[in-house]
């Protein structure tokens, strides 16, 4: 029994660990966490009697306040989050290539917006709610900031 109550206390600790420090928020992993180390220390108290209960459940908590002390002091989610961050910009400079009524070949469908080839070139483009399919021949109507606005090419 006491493997039993040792193993559920500890991997009640490590899943709540998981879920602080981890998974944020209340999920199943936290849920299963308090159940195991509650179910543990319910054992300890059932098994052995009140004081070494007492004394199960003081040494389970100072057990988990020492590991979340410890994961967040080595910085163990900082293996796990993005520490950089997408520096590029949709259709940058476009201003001294693309000029209203330039020709091109839409690169994906356009439902309203996709991509688009001009001048050897890929952009990103929309219409004025048209939806044109990938290989479609269209013409830059007007240039807003960075949108390129675009219509089909009626032959």
């Given at each position: ?97 693309l000029k209203a009524g330039m020709e ?52």
């Amino acid at each position: 029994m006491t493997w039993i109550i040792a193993l559920l206390i500890i991997a009640g600790i490590a899943l709540l660990i998981v879920e602080v420090v981890f998974i944020p928020g209340t999920t199943v992993v936290g849920l299963l966490g308090l159940i195991f180390l509650v179910a543990g220390v319910s054992f300890s108290y059932s098994h052995y009697g009140p004081e070494t209960g007492f004394y199960i459940l003081l040494l389970s908590l100072l057990a988990f306040a020492f590991a979340l002390y410890w994961s967040f002091r080595k910085g163990a989610w900082k293996k796990f989050s993005l520490n950089q961050s997408i520096e590029s910009r949709v259709n940058e400079g476009i201003t001294q290539v693309l000029k209203a009524g330039m020709e091109g070949v839409a690169v994906s469908a356009l439902r309203p917006a996709g991509s688009a080839e001009f001048e050897g070139k890929i952009f990103e483009v929309t219409t004025h709610g048209d939806y044109l399919a990938a290989g479609s021949r269209i013409r830059i109507v007007e240039i807003q900031g960075s949108t390129i606005i675009v219509e089909p090419v009626t032959a």
